[in-house]
């Protein structure tokens, strides 16, 4: 038994996942050497990061730099709103899609599909427009309301509610429970891995969307996070540095990571049960 649990193909497996694993980290490992150290001794070449001394002050900067916090309050308000807006939603819709019958049902459903299809490139400037009529630029709002269309939400909690046995809502409706007494005292707890799931895709892609931010925020006091570290990196590169540049996307990444390691065991749980 021990020579088939660590056998030859098990141990070049395993060492190929570290290799992997190795290379995707990378990226991340050289960005946190650099925001290590000073930016003096990075502009005589960045393979110093290998080599001591190492120091916090490009960090001890991003909490003198006031423009940071104000960056990173937008991105934690845009993030957890357009997550609780898509959670209700998606729960709502899926619930709809799986559980009730009504005219066009199917047929509504698949054109909800077909978002996954259409790039957001492609809309982008009817969007803009409708945006700039409505007054909605430089405002909470115009950043959160585009994330609430989320096909992929509605799709993954319509699977999870399909899966689960009708004699749940039968007992409770024999019980005089009503639909949506049932739905919100019964369905939706049981439904937390797949919102577990869902609420992290989500918190993690509007974290780190870029492209609508960048056409909807011209106000620096509305940037995001991410649109405020690259207009650092082409505004104020001379002056701070690379060391305070890697430290500012090292200090970005944080948040997701927290909120990655947290509820990472809900993926598998989520995504598993919507496939069954």
Known sequence: MGQTRHGPGRIA????????????????????????????????????????????????????????????????????GVTFGV????????????????????????LVLF??????????????????????????????????????????????FRAMPKELEEAAWLDGASRFRTFWKIL?????????????FTFLATWNDYWWPLISATNSDMYTLTVGVASSQMNFAQTNGLGFLMAQAVFASV??????VIFQRYIVAGVSRAAA
């Not at 009730?100 to 698949?110: A, E, H, M």
């Open 255 to 260: 948040p997701i990571l927290i909120v990655y």
């Open 13 to 80: 497996a395993t060492a190929a996942l570290a290799l992997a694993a190795l290379i995707m980290a990378a990226p991340l490992l050289w960005t946190l050497l650099l925001s290590l150290k000073s930016n003096a001794e990075l502009l005589r070449g960045t393979g110093t990061a290998f080599a001591p001394p190492y120091t916090l002050q490009n960090y001890a900067d991003i909490f003198g730099h006031s423009a940071v916090f104000g960056w990173l309050l937008n991105s934690a308000i845009v993030s957890l």
């Open 188 to 200: 939706l707890p049981l439904s937390l891995p797949a919102q577990a799931t869902l609420g992290i």
């Open 87 to 110: 959670l209700a939603l998606s729960s709502l819709a899926g619930y709809g899609f799986a559980r009730l019958r009504f005219p066009g049902r199917d047929v509504i459903f698949i």
């Open 115 to 160: 978002g996954l299809a259409i790039p957001e490139q492609s809309v982008i400037i009817a969007r803009h427009q409708m945006f700039s009529a409505l007054s909605l630029h430089n405002t909470y709002g115009g950043l959160i309301f585009p994330g609430l269309a989320a096909p992929f939400g509605v799709f993954l909690m319509t699977q999870y």
